[in-house]
């Protein structure tokens, strides 16, 4: 899937648009950032699917979906795997929010959340919160995967007030 970014990495701070996408989830639908107008949006950029770190903030993220729902925020997480990866993961955990298959990095990248080790790609353990004007609203470079959602959910109380 291609890529329309409307800012540069270096450029991303509060305030300013959040870079868009297009890519296939874990059930091969395709989601756009502008899809996501009107509601708040969490993007979680995360370097591997089923490994310890990104299983503890998943499933964080999982447990703490109603009270995220009742904020009117929508949940997104991103990593450089397939499609077929993210099924297996998203079943195995019973995560019920999009996994987004970013297969070259450039949603990543775009986002200033890519890191390459040799021929490798990842995704950098990185998260937006995004207003419901599609404005970056957070920005988290340092992230503790098993509390992140608790953190995320008092910011965006914060935020919405």
């Known amino acids: 899937m291609g890529i329309f970014s409307s800012s540069l990495a270096s450029e991303l701070d509060i305030g300013i648009q959040a870079p868009q996408f297009e890519l296939s989830d874990q059930v091969e639908t395709v989601h756009e950032l502008k899809d996501y107008l009107g509601k708040w949006v ?26 995220l729902q009742n904020l009117d925020v929508q949940v997104i997480g991103i990593s450089v795997d397939t499609t077929e990866s993210h099924g297996k993961f998203a079943d195995k955990y019973s995560l019920q929010f999009p996994l987004l298959a970013d ?33 970056l609203a957070k920005i988290y470079r340092s992230v503790k995967p098993a509390t992140h959602s608790d953190e995320i959910i008092a910011e965006i109380k914060k935020l919405q007030n």
């Open 103 to 135: 297969i070259g990095g450039k949603v990543a990248s775009s986002y200033g959340s890519l890191t390459k080790l040799g021929p490798l790609k990842l995704a950098k353990r990185h998260t937006f919160i995004i207003d419901s004007e599609g404005k």
């Open 42 to 67: 969490v993007i979680y950029f995360y370097p591997k699917d089923d490994t310890p770190g990104c299983i503890k903030e998943a499933c964080a993220f999982r447990d703490d979906i109603a009270t």
